[in-house]
């Protein structure tokens, strides 16, 4: 009897729709031989009952998605609990989906549309160039969170973030005001947004400074631990002469440091490195990590706002560029 229902399970058994419904959510106002009866009949009928669907279909009704670009981004991590606490306060409920750094959101959005159907996503990190390709295929209200880019302009997308280009540049500035010029940057490809604009900040601090920026001195990194301390044991590799390191995120910045010391190199002594983002890890490592930090808190909270707004009244899409500040750790000194 294949696609029964518990309307086929009551009709077998000659019990009401509500017994069965009863039965199955384990209530205890159902005589025992009642409810073994009921049991027998699901047995025999191999029905399977989904004891989820109504929870799901309440969940569903008042959920939101959000995407999450990179599984080992630890800035992510402290930030989505401040989302979903966000979320729970306008009464919504968050899916969290996963992808891999190098995966395409909007793809991936798609697809959990046509399966949950949401009433909004969040995109925690993504790709402008696949959102200018496929963004006009998603249907719902949504926010770009932590990314900010005036190529980007869409009726149902939102933007929340940092101006990242002004951060680096403060970040690398501040290495400058302590003394270096000799400067390497950590950080990622051509393909990542954040990372273009943060490379552009800190050349136009280098330049306005008088420094020319050394390709040399640019590491290749995606933004984990592992694959910054690759990237700065091939800088040291090649003789890489630098005081100080820009990082472009603070796992970066403390893969960095793992590959620095395990040199047999001192931080700040021999080297003074400033990370980006301001995860909770940065003021528990040793040294304190100088960095520059995102106001995550404020980020989702106003992410949420947004979202709600366009979801329960219409509201057109904005965008919000917040202030990031520096937090002065012991990881930097002068020289």
């Known amino acids: 009897m294949p696609n029964l229902t518990i309307k086929d399970i009551a009709r077998i058994s000659g019990c009401s729709v509500s017994t069965i419904s009863r039965v199955i959510n384990d209530r205890p106002d159902v005589r025992p031989e009642t409810k073994e009866h009921v049991l027998k009949v699901m047995r025999e009928a191999g029905f399977v009952p989904n004891t989820?669907?109504?929870?799901?279909?309440?969940?569903?009704?008042?959920?939101?998605?959000?995407?999450?670009?990179?599984?080992?981004?630890?800035?992510?991590?402290?930030?989505?609990?401040?989302?979903?606490?966000?979320?729970?306060?306008?009464?919504?409920?968050?899916?969290?989906?996963?992808?891999?750094?190098?995966?395409?959101?909007?793809?991936?959005?798609?697809?959990?549309?046509?399966?949950?159907?949401?009433?909004?996503?969040?995109?925690?990190?993504g790709s402008v160039a696949n959102f200018k390709k496929g963004f006009a295929n998603i249907t719902v209200p949504s926010v770009l969170t932590t990314l900010v880019s005036d190529e980007l302009d869409f009726p149902?997308?939102?933007?929340?973030?940092?101006?990242?280009?002004?951060?680096?540049?403060?970040?690398?500035?501040?290495?400058?005001?302590?003394?270096?010029?000799?400067?390497?940057?950590?950080?990622?490809?051509?393909?990542?947004?954040?990372?273009?604009?943060?490379?552009?900040?800190?050349?136009q601090a280098m330049q306005d400074a008088g420094i020319l920026f050394n390709d040399k001195l640019y590491g290749l990194s995606n933004y984990d631990f592992e694959s910054a301390y690759h990237a700065v044991n091939s800088l040291l590799a090649r003789r890489a002469d630098f005081t100080a390191l820009f990082a472009m995120s603070d796992v970066i910045a403390l893969g960095a440091i793992r590959a620095l010391v395990s040199a047999g190199l001192r931080v700040p002594e021999d080297v003074s490195v400033i990370g980006f983002d301001g995860i909770t890890m940065s003021r528990y490592c040793v040294p304190v990590l100088t960095t520059v930090v995102q106001p995550s808190e404020q980020i989702s909270l106003q992410s949420i706002e947004l979202l709600v707004r366009q979801i329960e009244h219409g509201a057109?899409?904005?965008?919000?560029?917040?202030?990031?500040?520096?937090?002065?750790?012991?990881?930097?000194?002068?020289?």
Not at 73 to 81: A, G, K, P
Not at 93 to 105: F, K, M, P
Not at 316 to 335: D, H, K, M, N
């Open 52 to 125: 989820n669907a109504r929870q799901l279909k309440i969940q569903q009704s008042r959920s939101l998605v959000f995407v999450v670009k990179g599984t080992r981004n630890l800035f992510f991590s402290d930030f989505l609990v401040q989302l979903q606490r966000a979320a729970t306060l306008y009464g919504y409920n968050g899916i969290v989906s996963y992808l891999d750094e190098n995966a395409n959101e909007i793809d991936a959005a798609e697809k959990i549309l046509r399966e949950i159907k949401p009433k909004g996503m969040i995109f925690l990190g």
């Open 156 to 203: 149902n997308l939102s933007m929340v973030g940092v101006d990242d280009r002004a951060a680096a540049y403060t970040a690398v500035d501040y290495l400058i005001q302590q003394g270096h010029r000799k400067i390497a940057v950590l950080g990622g490809p051509v393909t990542s947004y954040p990372s273009v604009m943060r490379r552009e900040g800190a050349q």
């Open 316 to 335: 057109p899409a904005q965008t919000i560029t917040l202030q990031p500040e520096l937090q002065q750790g012991e990881s930097v000194r002068a020289i």
